[in-house]
């Protein structure tokens, strides 16, 4: 089952699949959320010293030094474990990333594979090096990470917000729409992260928002936009603009 995360430990072991400079394993994702269903992958994260050697590892590029994070997939139990190998190198340089003092001084673009990994710090469970991963969850809470993230978000939303604007003036109703649904999807994306929610992606924006459940976004607000409740297609523009003025307001509220 997943919830025996020490016998996790053991079946790496035994499937030859953890590393000997090994220092912390963490699973991640939907199981750990409680969100997961009979579909649902074990995400593990394997921290080594030395990066991970197997021969038919996949390779995902990232920024970092090595330049790449290593995936094995394999099952136990009928169940697909999907394991990611990163090195402690790794993982503090993204730490590093998102200091205050690199927030200050303009900090670089995250990639989706560091956006993940910092996001599932703060909710992984550990197999191994439990004290390990607290630190770093201790180091991810209180940098600039949630700030970096929703800034970039929120960044995105107004620029769909503007599209969306020209498009409705421009009698271009069907694109208006589209950008304006995008306005809102980044918009609640950004006061997720800037909750603490950082999780990439639509699969779990509901799950998030509720967990979340900010003042500013009710989530039976949230859903009737989601599903384009209060949308006539004989007068779109009644609610694009509806649409624009949630984004707009939740916009003012976003703490980065």
């Not at 003036?169 to 306005?183: F, N, W």
């Not at 909750?195 to 976004?217: I, N």
Request: charged share 25%; proline share 4%; net charge negative.
């Amino acid at each position: 089952m997943s919830e025996d995360r020490p016998h996790q430990l053991e079946q790496l072991r035994a499937l030859d699949l953890l590393p000997e400079s090994w220092v912390c394993v963490f699973e991640a994702g939907s199981l750990v959320r409680g969100w997961g269903n009979a579909s649902s992958d074990v995400d593990l994260y394997v921290i080594s010293e030395e990066p991970w050697t197997g021969k038919g590892a996949s390779r995902h590029p990232v920024p970092l030094v090595p330049s790449v994070v290593l995936g094995e997939e394999t099952f136990v139990d009928a169940m697909r474990w999907d394991i990611r190998y990163w090195t402690r190198g790794q993982v503090e340089q993204v730490l590093a990333k998102v200091t205050w003092q690199a927030f200050e001084q303009g900090a670089e673009e995250l990639a989706l594979r560091e956006v993940q990994l910092l996001d599932r710090l703060a909710f992984g469970a550990a197999a191994g090096g439990q004290e390990l991963l607290s630190h770093w969850r201790v180091q991810a809470e209180e940098s600039a990470f949630r700030s970096i993230h929703a800034a970039r978000i929120l960044n995105m939303a107004d620029s769909r917000v503007e599209d969306a604007v020209g498009q409705l003036e421009a009698g271009d109703v069907d694109s208006a729409v589209l950008s304006a649904r995008a306005a809102f999807h980044y918009t609640v994306d950004a006061l997720l992260a800037s909750e603490g929610e950082c999780g990439p992606g639509e699969k779990w924006r509901a799950r998030r928002l509720r967990a979340a459940a900010p003042a500013v976004l009710p989530y039976d607000t949230y859903w009737a936009l989601e599903t384009m409740r209060s949308l006539d297609p004989a007068q779109p523009a009644a609610w694009i603009n509806e649409v624009l003025s949630v984004c707009r307001g939740i916009a003012m509220e976003v703490d980065i």
